[in-house]
T-cell receptor, first 109, second 113 residues
Framework: GENVEQHPSTLSVQEGDSAVIKCTYS??????FPWYKQELGKRPQLIID?????GEKKDQRIAVTLNKTAKHFSLHITETQPEDSAVYFC????????FGAGTTVTVRA | DTAVSQTPKYLVTQMGNDKSIKCEQN?????MYWYKQDSKKFLKIMFS???????INETVPNRFSPKSPDKAHLNLHINSLELGDSAVYFC????????????FGPGTRLTVT
């Protein structure tokens, strides 16, 4: 089955700086790569996703890149704000969604 | 207007008891899921149903029994609760199985004492 590894497990950044989270996956058949944000005590919510036929996708301050050859994908958050503080999960799917272990992002004011 | 709802939000019970968690989605999705999130925040899929049929069962103890009376509902019954069952359980739904956004419910925090 799919195995998704996510790094780093924790990330502390100064407000206004960029944050980068990296994930690798094992199943070359995986074709959908979403990123979820989970605020404390809340449900995971999709913030951006990318499919295997696209190398990069951007939505305002967040962007995701995908390298299918190397089987890794990354989340980039620019101009971080305190409300970006949360746990971020990457995931990869073939027939089921497998989640990474999560990255706790703290944005220091 | 809630898309995916779960009840109860909190559940505190003693070891050995049997409890159920209910989930409903009004999005018209075909696929529903149960996830377990442990104290380390790891999200692990337990079950998936597509149009009332079980399609994923991830090595979950048979004390856990999902039931889907129709494609809008997926309930989870847990027998003989153990301390290690303490976690947050999330229900989710998606239009299709696999490659599509999943919409999560608010979660049920289960505490077994």
């Amino acid at each position: 089955g799919e195995n998704v590894e996510q790094h780093p497990s924790t990330l502390s950044v100064q407000e206004g700086d960029s944050a980068v989270i990296k994930c690798t996956y094992s199943d070359s058949a995986s074709n959908y790569f979403p990123w979820y944000k989970q605020e404390l005590g809340k449900r995971p919510q999709l913030i951006i996703d990318i499919r295997s036929n696209v190398g990069e996708k951007k939505d305002q301050r967040i962007a995701v890149t995908l390298n299918k050859t190397a089987k890794h994908f990354s989340l980039h958050i620019t101009e971080t704000q305190p409300e970006d503080s949360a746990v971020y999960f990457c995931a990869a799917t073939g027939y089921k969604l497998s989640f990474g272990a999560g990255t706790t992002v703290t944005v220091r004011a | 207007d809630t898309a995916v709802s779960q009840t109860p939000k909190y559940l505190v019970t003693q070891m050995g008891n049997d409890k159920s968690i209910k989930c409903e989605q009004n999005l018209g999705h075909d696929t529903m899921y149960w996830y377990k999130q442990d104290s380390k925040k790891f999200l692990k899929i337990m079950f998936s149903y597509n149009n009332k049929e079980l399609i994923i069962n991830e090595t979950v103890p048979n004390r856990f029994s999902p039931k889907s009376p129709d494609k809008a509902h997926l309930n989870l019954h847990i027998n003989s609760l153990e301390l290690g069952d303490s976690a947050v359980y999330f229900c989710a739904s998606s239009p299709v199985t696999g490659g599509d956004e999943q919409y999560f419910g608010p979660g049920t925090r289960l505490t077994v004492t």
